[in-house]
């Protein structure tokens, strides 16, 4: 778990320094390794992050998606308002506009 999570600071400190493709790899490890749901809800949302600025929305679509369903699985409920937001803010540059604002009604 400490290595996941070394690794996941690391890919979150590189996506905002602007380094995606490697923050995109480190937080890929980092989810994979990250035994907590908790850590995994937090870190599906930077990987969207990450996708998404790249635009790769497709693939930030779908770590939003799986953030949220985790988050609510497990009841982790102040991630809820980061994964909707993140998955409206994604639907919406991919045209959908009514699924967005649907989401972000939630």
């Keep these: 778990v400490v290595v996941g999570r070394g690794v996941a600071i690391r890919g979150v400190v590189m996506l905002f320094m602007g380094e995606i493709e490697a923050a995109k790899v480190a937080l890929q490890t980092a989810v994979r390794l990250l035994v907590s749901p908790t850590y995994r809800v937090d870190h599906l949302i930077f990987l ?8 790769e929305l497709q693939v930030a679509e779908t770590h939003y998606r799986e953030a949220l369903t985790l988050a609510r699985e497990i009841g982790r409920d102040e991630s809820l308002p980061h994964a909707l937001y993140h998955l409206g803010d994604v639907l919406r540059q991919q045209g959908e506009t009514a699924d967005a604002l649907r ?4």
């Design 48 to 55: 969207g992050l990450a996708h998404q600025a790249e635009g």
């Design 103 to 106: 989401v972000w009604d939630e």
